[in-house]
Each structure stands twice: as C-alpha cells, then as structure tokens.
C-alpha cells in the first residue's frame, strides 16, 4: 500500500501479522517539480522479525480510461493498434457494443533504502527512518479529470515500503 501525496500525510500501510507494522509520513501534502519529498518510515516490530532491508519508494502513475459505445450498424470490429499494456474489452447486446480501454503507465519510479539489517532479523523496538527524494524539474502536476460517461484520467504521486 502506498501514502498518496496530496491526500495524507501520513497511513499506515502495511501489518505483518503481529510481528510488526509500517507507516509512512510526508512532511506535507503537495509539492512541486524540483521540490524534495521528505518524510520517514516508522517502523514498530513486536518480536523478533526476520527481514534484510526497508526500502521507501516513490511512484508516479498516470491512468486513463475510455469507453466508447457503436452500434451495430456500422459493423466494424475494434482493432487495437495500441502498445501492449492497454486492455480493452467488449461488452455485447442486441444493438450495442461497448469497448472499454485502459492504460496504466508509470511516469516515475524512485526507491531508497531506509534501513538495512545486515543479521537478517531486526528485534522488537520502534524505529523512525528518514528519507528524501528529489523530484525532477519536468515532472507533471497531480490531476484527476472526469469526462463524458465513464472516461476518466488521472496522474498521482505515491509514498510507500517496499
């Protein structure tokens, strides 16, 4: 799970099993390009857990979606000259077709490791450990847009553990 920038600060995201639980806090909620993102990782193990390395990461994802309906009238069949990682897909009834495309690209990936445990275990205690990331210049503002119908865009930026 991940903290989305703009929208918390600060979430827990992940709880493994009664051994230990995660959150990740941002120093505030919106940030601009060539800004540094800094926050931390807090870290509470309740028994001894086995684990190498926290790892925060900094994700930038942008997301669309686009329905269009035909009728069957113009007897065309959807032929997808789009790059692998769009998914489209087709709903029928007597008179309409439906084709649904979706696409999903990760415009920025950054990861810092946070904390390493170099026996393979980490005992019980609480640990708080910082991070920073610098975003690029060119990097795009947050948006989500909803149009006509179900289309939809959107860009967001995310904090989370790896």
Known sequence: RRTTMGAVASSEVSSLQNYASVQVAVEKTTYQAGETVRGYVQLAVAQTTTMTSVTASLAGTARTTV???TGTKLRRRSRSTAPAQVHYTTHRNKKTRHHTAREHR???QMEAA???FPSGSCDPGHFQCPFEFLLPTECPSTLARRGGGRNTASLDYCVGVV
């Open 67 to 69: 329905r269009l309906r």
């Open 106 to 108: 990760c415009l920025l």
């Open 114 to 116: 946070v904390a390493r």
